[in-house]
């Protein structure tokens, strides 16, 4: 297997195997979303180091490394075997911190797996781990009550045998064009409210479609899971979001409809990113590329769903740590935003040159180039930027940004800007919590930053 990051691949000798603490940092890092050269930038070795330690070939028994390794990692002490942090523990050199700076450099990725670091996903990453069921009476917290009420309300609308009518299938196009403004709108109150009943009717209403109707009723269906799997993705809720992104797929292709199905590709891949299986994301969104690619004249709903796989395909090497790939396929996506020749929102992707500078700044971010994300962010002006949510997202990538280069004042004055622009966006997503906490932590005068912290919902300290 070859794990490869921005300073090369390292190849583990056949019939290798990760184990014992090796293992739990193996699975630690893949939950976070970090490639080797990002952990070990954290942690002050090199990436070659982290695969040694990963797969059992240098040993991993130092108690002074198996504590710095906790700390980067963001998991409990207890994990390797070790009691509580008492705040005096000792601290590499490389990774002192800086007077009024959270513990710890803040390089890479500032987010567990992809989008924070959640209590959901530490508790399933205490189950997962080899070895450690033991974890469990850790007593992690659990989600909040309504990212729990939103997952089990569509799992409901999902498996449930109750009986739900159909509707016109003119109407259920209304139902669904009206979930997916409300995503791009960050209404995600309104849709968390809403998904669960459009599943269900959606489903009621492929089944008894007539004749003739049966094709537009199933890709309906799978616009409506899409859409709840790209809500689920903002919860952090990668299962669930699997789940929907399979179903999405399945209903596109009885749906006959190849930039639906292009999209619930998409989707799939997402998730497959977000759960450490890159190649595999990579490969799914390349293919569904492929199949849609335009040649010659063609319209700007091809354009726009073909210029979106290869962003989420950029974003994707991005998060492997391939630049080389991410810089080209973020190439190809920005000539067919030209040829679209202007920023529109075919097909609900928001897809023209102002979204494709939206992910050169995401890009630069999750590679840990603060600087090359900033220059990107100011060529922007960001009331041109489409969408709510896309607008909430560019300044939470800046608020990273800002936040990896310890720029505490930048950092919250992109939080607070992104409040502004989508209220919910701030609410829902795990990193704007995370960092928060850091900023709250490092004792600056932040100017409401306490009042910031509850109106996003973190509980008092």
Not at 13 to 28: E, K, L, M, Q, T
Not at 231 to 238: A, E, G
Request: aromatic letters at 4%; glycine letters at 8%; one cysteine or more.
């Amino acid at each position: 297997m070859t794990v490869s990051g921005p300073q090369g691949s390292t190849t583990a000798p056949a019939g290798a195997r990760p184990s014992g603490a090796g293992a739990i940092v193996r699975a630690a890092r893949q939950r976070a979303g970090l490639t080797l050269a990002e952990l070990g930038r954290r942690c002050g070795y090199s990436a070659s180091q982290i695969s040694r330690y990963e797969r059992g070939i240098q040993p991993l028994t130092d108690i002074t490394v198996l504590r710095r390794f906790a700390e980067a990692l963001r998991i409990p002490p207890q994990m390797f075997g070790l009691a509580p942090a008492n705040g005096n523990g000792a601290r590499h050199a490389d990774v002192k911190p800086r007077p009024g700076d959270p513990a710890g450099p803040i390089v890479g990725r500032d987010h567990g797996r992809e989008d924070g670091d959640d209590p959901v996903r530490r508790r399933e990453l205490l189950a997962g781990a080899p070895g450690l069921a033991r974890a469990a009476a850790l007593g992690l917290p659990s989600p909040s009550r309504n990212r729990a009420g939103s997952r089990a309300s569509v799992e409901e609308a999902l498996y449930s045998r109750a009986t739900t009518a159909p509707v016109p299938v003119k109407d259920l196009r209304v139902a669904v064009a009206a979930a997916r403004a409300d995503f791009q709108t960050a209404r995600y109150d309104r849709l968390a409210r809403s998904l669960p009943g459009l599943i269900a009717t959606a489903t009621a209403t492929r089944q008894a479609a007539r004749t003739g109707e049966q094709a537009v009723a199933a890709t309906l269906l799978a616009e409506a899971c899409i859409t709840s799997a790209n809500f689920m993705v903002k919860l952090n809720d990668d299962p669930l979001a699997l789940t929907l992104a399979d179903r999405a797929l399945q209903a596109a292709t009885a749906g006959e409809d190849p930039l639906t199905a292009a999209d619930a590709r998409r989707a799939v891949a997402t998730v497959l990113r977000r759960t450490g299986r890159r190649a595999a994301a990579r490969d799914l969104l390349l293919s569904a590329a492929h199949d849609i690619e335009p040649a010659g004249d063609t319209n700007p709903e091809q354009l726009s769903v073909y210029g979106t796989l290869l962003e989420v395909a950029a974003y994707t090497a991005a998060v492997d740590g391939d630049r080389h790939a991410a810089s080209a396929f973020i190439g190809e996506a920005k000539a067919t935003a030209s040829r679209l020749g202007h920023d529109a929102n075919h097909r609900f992707t928001a897809f023209g040159p102002t979204n494709v500078t939206l992910y050169q700044v995401s890009i630069a971010q999750v590679l840990g180039d603060s600087g090359t994300a900033i220059e990107h962010a100011k060529t922007l002006r960001p009331s041109a930027i489409p969408t709510a949510e896309r607008q909430g997202r560019y300044w939470i990538d800046v608020a990273r940004a800002y936040h990896q280069w310890r720029k505490s004042d930048h950092c919250y004055r992109a939080l607070l800007a992104a409040e502004r622009a989508a209220p919910a966006e701030v609410r829902y997503r795990p990193p704007v919590h995370r960092i928060t906490e850091d900023l709250l932590r490092a004792k600056r005068h932040l100017p409401g930053l306490e009042a910031f912290a509850r109106r996003i919902g973190l509980p008092a300290a």
